[in-house]
């Protein structure tokens, strides 16, 4: 005899729920932090520090691979090194993100003025960096 599963508890039922995968989980993660829902400690130890160094490692890795199978620039290589670019750019500001909004997730309000003050640093040496970057190439352009 079988039992109807709209009257039994779920306790009876014997029912698991389905194993999600691990792309599945990623995003529910990445959800979870987007929104601000994460803790703090989560947002910068796992996604500012070690998936930047991860980023970081891809693309040195990455380049030296590109730069030891051909010699000449080749446009392909040229591509590739541009997507690689913009996408630790976009997860780099994917975590300055994370850590915003997760910043008054803690116990200790002083973390939370700890982190945006670091936040708004961290931004504005990029900010310094790109400026000069950039006005060393435009100076150079027309030499």
């Known amino acids: 005899m079988s039992k109807n599963p ?9 029912v698991q729920a389905p194993k999600k995968g691990y792309l599945e989980l990623f995003a ?3 959800l979870r932090h987007w929104n601000g829902r994460a803790k703090l400690i989560s947002a910068f ?18 380049s030296r691979i590109l730069k030891a199978v051909t010699e000449e620039s080749n446009v392909i290589i040229t591509i590739i090194h ?11 500001i994917c975590t300055v ?3 915003w909004v997760c910043a008054p997730n803690v116990k200790y309000s002083g973390y939370f003025y700890i982190t945006r ?9 990029l900010l310094g960096i ?5 006005y060393e190439a435009v100076s150079s352009f027309g030499q």
């Open 6 to 14: 709209y009257e039994t508890p779920a306790s009876e039922l014997d």
């Open 28 to 30: 529910l993660s990445f």
């Open 45 to 62: 130890w796992g996604h500012f520090i070690l998936g930047n160094l991860i980023f970081t490692l891809i693309f040195a890795i990455g």
């Open 82 to 92: 541009i997507l690689l670019v913009v996408l630790s750019v976009i997860y780099y």
């Open 97 to 99: 993100r994370f850590i």
């Open 117 to 125: 003050g670091l936040i708004v640093l961290v931004v504005l040496s």
């Open 130 to 134: 790109f400026s000069i970057t950039f």
